[in-house]
Every structure is written in C-alpha cells, then in structure tokens.
C-alpha cells in the first residue's frame, strides 16, 4: 500500500469521512450512543466468553501455556474493544484533534494493559515450561530480565504516545552511562554472575546445595544481584551471585535428586560376615526412606583394631532425607545385633595405681586396654 493513502486512510478526516457514510450519520449523538453500546455489549460477551471457557475447560491443566494465554489476553481484549468504542465515538464527533490529553490517556491505558499482560504471560510460561518434563529449564532470572524488557518497553511507548521528546536525555546518556558504570560495579557483576550460573547449570530452584561456607540449604530465588537459599533451620541465607559464581557450589540434587548414604557398621572379632550382612539388609527392607533401586549393599571395609568394620551403601530419595535414614538405622541394627548376640566392639582402659614398698621411691602405675569388659587385654604398658 502507498504510503501517502495510508496515512490519508488513517487520518482524521478520512474517519470523519467515513464516518459520514454511516447510517445515522447525520444524527451524531444516536451513532455515538449505538457505538457505544455496541462496543460495551461486545466487551462484556468476550469478558463472559473468557470466564466460561476458563472455568468449564477441563482439557487444560491449572499450569499449561495455553489457559495461562487466554487468561491473560481475555481482560485486556474486552477492556481494548470498550476503549476502541470511546475512541470511535470521539472521531464521530470530530473531538480527537482537540481532546489531546483524553486520546493520549486511553492509548496509554491500552499500553499499559498490554505490556502486563505480556509480562504476566512470560512469567507463567516460564514457570510452566519449567514444570513440565521437557529439555529446557530458564531460571527466574529470565523473569528478571522479561520485566525489565517490558518495563522499558512501556516507557518508550508512553513517551513517544505524549510525544516527550528523548533527545536532551540521549544528549547526556554518555556521561550518565559512565558515572552508573563505576558506581554499579557491584550490581553488574552481580547480574554477569547471574547469567553465568544459568547457563553452567550450576543449581536450579529447589536443588538442595552446599556454599563453600559449609551451609546447606535449598534454593528458592535466583534474583538478578543474589540467590536465597533456605536452611533446614528455616533461616534464609542471601549470597550476591558474583561470589557463587567465583565459589566452590555442592549441587546434591544434580544429576540425580536421589543420593547416596553411608552408614559405618562394626562387629567383633568372630561374627560371620554373612549374618551382618544379611542383617544390614533386611534392615533397609524395613525403612521406607532407603529406595529399592539402586539396591543397598555391604561393603567389608577392613580388619581394625579391635572389629570388623562394615559400611552399608543405601539411597534415598532426597539429599535432606539423609539423617532421618542413618538414625533409624542405627537403631534397628542396634536391635537385630541385640537380638542375634552380635557383639558391637568398643576400646575400654583400665589404669591401676600401685603403692610403692619403700618410701622415697616414686609410685608405680600399670595401664591395660580391653576391647569389651571380661575380655583379656590387648596390652600391658607400665611406667615408674
């Protein structure tokens, strides 16, 4: 299309022009009052159209992309075609020219509505691209960066709809550029480190980490200057992504969330490895915390000093499932040992003083360490 008939097409005066071969055109107050009514009476149908697809569709899950579409662009749809019936009734009467300040209050009404929706629909299809169980995961400090692309959107857009002109700002945006450079050193490396932990993989919300500090804890934001992490003691931990990016991060969820736990076991001298390791076993058969698969094992470790010592290998779904796993079995091998007369070992020292025959002479002591109490000791030492 030529340019010059298009502009002409969109002209006030084309509308006028147009709008004068619609009928009732030479009663303006009737077409704007049928305009208007028109228009409310179509915003309401796609207002009520919305609502009862959202609520009686059951083909879409609470979480998909598309009920998170049309649930967004319903409210802004209805409320542009009620605003789209003011501003056809404006040009009927030949007011658009002269009401400067009400053209320009609905287009930044239209743009407003449309850029939060736009950003409202980015956020949930990210989340909702996150939830499923697909190749690509963002990170919320996607979310970050679609909110302020939007946001500056929107301002762009609202200035040029007022007509403001930018050039005095561009004039100085040099020197601006360089004093918010030096003086955002931090919150620039912040946000570099940000990116950098997304696409290393590093952690993802909800993976269970360990800082380089020795605090463990689960991710719940990644922010664009910091990650909050949330400790099994309920306290939040806030670390500007910079220093994790430059840090030694544990990621105990990542490959697997499952993770793997190894409990020492000892036994005395004597017992038949056999009968520990099918104990051990039919231990974790018991415990709903160890997972079937992988398969708990039985390592024999080595000969000590005074045991057998055993390590058993066992999984658990979840990194934080660890210490409630190891506690119950610590105490059902402790029972089924009891049971079956497995003697669980331990050093004991018994030192003895000995009174001296002659006087002057210093006193005597003897030192002996048992393994269990009756047994005979492993050593003598004695020293005057």
Known sequence: MDRTLFDISHSPEFLLQTASDIPLSDRPWLLVIAILVISYLFSRLIEWGGHKLLDQSDYWPDDSINRAFFQEIHMPLYVSVALGGIYLSLSVLGVVESSYFLVGAILSILVVLWMRAAKRLGGQWIEAVNATESDYEFSPIFKNFWTILIVLGTGISLLVIWEIDITPFLASAGIIGIILGLAAQEAIGNLIGGVSLYFDDTYNTGDVIILEGGQRGTVTDIGIRSTTVLTRDNILITVPNAVLNSASVVNESAPQRRKRIRVPITAAYGTDYRDVEEILLGVCDEIPLILDSPS?????????????????????????????????????????????????????????????????????????????????PLSDESSN
């Open 296 to 376: 708990p094992r039985v390592m024999f470790r080595e000969f000590g000093d005074s045991a057998l010592i055993f390590e058993l290998w066992a999984y658990v779904a979840h990194p934080f499932s660890e210490q409630r796993a190891i506690d119950q079995i610590n105490r059902l091998v402790y029972d089924e040992f009891d049971n079956a007369d497995i003697v669980i070992p331990f050093p004991q020292r018994e030192i003895s003083f000995l009174e001296s025959e002659q006087d002057g002479f210093p006193q005597q002591s003897e030192e002996r360490t048992y393994v269990n109490e009756g047994e005979e």
